[in-house]
């Protein structure tokens, strides 16, 4: 049966005609639609508007097999990862008993105190639930508290201690333990999560984790452990966004690059990355955290199909502090309904095979690799200061700046907070400090935080700051324009009040007046822009505007800037905020 029978046949040439033609009639000329379709990840990889066989970057290989693109193993599904911070037993039995499948339990100052890991894990089958920590300097102490828990209870252990070898960390030790007596246990975590939270792309967040991975690796193997043992001991962990494509890309491009080390150490068949994926703090948000569940749904999704062998959602609620338990119930339940429902763990690589994701991964990979090969060549990365980390903290802040800019003008939307915000919205409750690893004196960012700072000063005043849409004309003539304006001004927690329909400079000014605003924004089509703009905006003058803002990109006697889609909204609402008084 051929699907496509019916259908005349297409060709990549016949598709550029039809999209150049297209193109020219919405004004737009360019030699190649690719020319004026294509957009460009932080990494600088171009993405193309349309992908055929021709882009294949060769074999993929098999599931389980070397290259390991399409998966360590050939086992379908992941483990569900659940993430404490607190020592709350009840919350952890409750995870246990609906769907959890495994432990992360960070431990120490502002977690779980050492001592209260017994208690935690009282009632917790640990040769069922296999147990991750997250110690930091501590770890080596957490780990011989789980261990000796489990040789109290009798049982072999499973799971990863969290250590380092690096830098006189326990890793080492801890490993050789492993080896000799848990086999199903691993030692050491490479996290490259806060490569991820300080501001970098998905090569940064990858080349890092290599040149950590690799750093591990020869701690390990120069304290008497065959290459083969150090890779079986070493787990990574990486950010998952809610950007589907990216990050199904960024875990197969994460194996094809470890494997790669692995052949170089001559353990080719041993170069199956562990992985374990987590959704992103960086995405989350304070306002609106209700869309927090959209996002780690995605970025689920994405963790799942690209390949992860565990997976932790945060909850929705995150950025106030340790979830309650209707969060935590949330988080596991959007796993087992992608697990259950969604019969996504029954497939093995589900994107393999796409002409998009197979040469995002091989294109992803070497922009990693060689920002992996720069790491090494400035000496690799065991220490977290020096030349080297300089190095990286560059890159990082530039990646930062890059995706600031994007935010800032909007064309990085966070819908709930610089689209489509709430003014009424109430928060969840007060926030409380989270217990963050952090990573090497990096920066700890969220992409949300300068427009929630925003939001957060607005609702502090005595009376929320407003400005007024000056609206000129029908309601079908200013409608879109003044949603624009009020989506921008609120993103900042400013109110805002429109004249209605009209156009008569001095009733549009009267209502100025009434309104105890001092900013105004004018609102129309640019025919009606034309017509009326400047007497209004002298009106507004009048009547003590102390700022007339144009929705659109007009010059107009009276007007002082523009509101556009593109433009800085940061700065917009700054320079708001001054005029309207508001302390920063």
């Known amino acids: 049966m051929e699907l496509a029978a019916g259908f005349a046949s297409t060709t990549r040439d016949g598709w550029?005609?039809?999209?150049?033609?297209v193109l020219r009639k919405s004004g737009i000329e360019a030699a190649s639609p690719e020319e004026a379709l294509s957009t460009e990840t932080y990494d600088g990889m171009p993405i193309a508007p349309l992908y055929d066989m021709d882009d294949l970057p060769g074999d993929p290989g098999k599931p389980g097999a070397a290259p390991y693109v399409r998966g360590a193993a050939a086992v379908?599904?992941?483990?569900?990862?659940?993430?404490?911070?607190?020592?709350?037993?009840?919350?952890?039995?409750?995870?246990?008993?609906?769907?959890?499948?495994?432990?992360?339990?960070?431990?120490?100052?502002?977690?779980?105190?050492?001592?209260?890991?017994?208690?935690?894990?009282?009632?917790?089958?640990?040769d069922l639930a296999p147990v991750v920590l997250e110690a930091g300097a501590r770890a080596g102490e957490a780990a011989e508290t789980l261990l000796g828990l489990a040789a109290t209870r009798g049982f072999a252990p499973g799971g990863n201690l969290g250590a380092s070898a690096l830098g006189g960390g326990d890793g080492l030790e801890l490993a050789l333990r492993c080896v000799a007596d848990f086999p199903g246990l691993r030692a050491v975590t490479v996290d490259a999560t806060p490569y991820h939270d300080a501001g970098g792309s998905d090569a940064d967040e990858l080349g890092c984790s290599i040149a950590r991975g690799v750093a591990e690796l020869r701690a390990l193997t120069g304290g008497g452990l065959s290459v083969e043992q150090a890779l079986g001991q070493i787990e990574f962990r990486y950010a998952a966004t809610a950007d589907q494509f990216a990050t199904i890309a960024k875990l197969r491009a994460a194996r094809l690059l470890w494997a790669r080390v692995a052949e170089v150490c001559g353990a080719g068949e041993h170069g199956g990355q562990r992985q374990h994926a987590v959704t992103s703090t960086a995405m989350m948000t304070a306002r609106d955290p209700w869309v927090n569940m959209l996002r780690t749904t995605l970025a689920c999704f994405a963790a799942g199909v690209g390949g992860a062998q565990?997976?932790?959602?945060?909850?929705?609620?995150?950025?106030?502090?340790?979830?309650?338990?209707?969060?935590?119930?949330?988080?596991r339940n959007t796993q087992a309904l992608l697990l259950e429902e969604s019969g996504i763990g029954r497939v093995i690589d589900p994107a393999g095979g796409s002409w998009y994701v197979e040469s995002r991964t091989a294109a992803l990979a070497e922009r990693a690799w060689a920002w992996f090969q720069e790491i090494e060549a400035a000496g690799g990365i065991p220490a977290e200061v020096g030349p080297v980390a300089e190095l990286i903290a560059g890159r990082l802040a530039a990646t930062r700046e890059r995706r600031a800019r994007d935010i800032a003008h909007r064309r990085f939307p966070i819908t709930g907070v610089s689209e489509f915000p709430n003014l009424d919205e109430r928060p969840l409750r007060p926030p409380v400090p989270a217990a963050r690893s952090g990573g090497g004196g990096l920066p700890e960012v969220r992409y949300a935080e300068a427009f929630e700072a925003l939001r957060d000063l607005a609702d502090a005043q005595p009376e929320r700051p407003k400005v007024f849409l000056a609206t000129i004309g029908p309601v079908a003539a200013h409608t879109a324009r003044a949603a624009f304006a009020a989506n921008l001004f609120q993103s900042g927690g400013l109110a805002t009040e429109s004249a209605g329909p009209g156009a008569d400079p001095e009733q549009i000014a009267t209502a100025f007046a009434m309104s105890g605003a001092s900013v105004a924004c004018l609102c129309s089509t640019d025919k009606l822009y034309a017509q009326h703009a400047a007497a209004v905006a002298t009106a507004l003058r009048r009547a003590g505007a102390k700022r007339v803002w144009l929705a659109g990109k007009g010059q107009y006697a009276g007007v002082d800037a523009n509101l556009y889609a593109g433009c800085d909204a940061l700065a917009v609402l700054g320079t708001t905020f001054d005029d309207l008084e508001v302390t920063r």
Request: net charge negative; glycine share 8%.
């Open 310 to 331: 565990a997976v932790t959602v945060q909850p929705f609620d995150a950025c106030y502090g340790p979830p309650d338990a209707f969060a935590r119930r949330i988080a």
């Open 16 to 21: 550029r005609s039809l999209a150049v033609e």
């Open 76 to 126: 379908p599904g992941w483990d569900v990862r659940q993430r404490h911070s607190a020592a709350d037993p009840e919350a952890v039995l409750a995870d246990l008993e609906n769907g959890v499948t495994s432990l992360w339990l960070v431990v120490g100052e502002g977690a779980i105190p050492v001592g209260e890991l017994g208690a935690v894990l009282k009632d917790v089958y640990l």
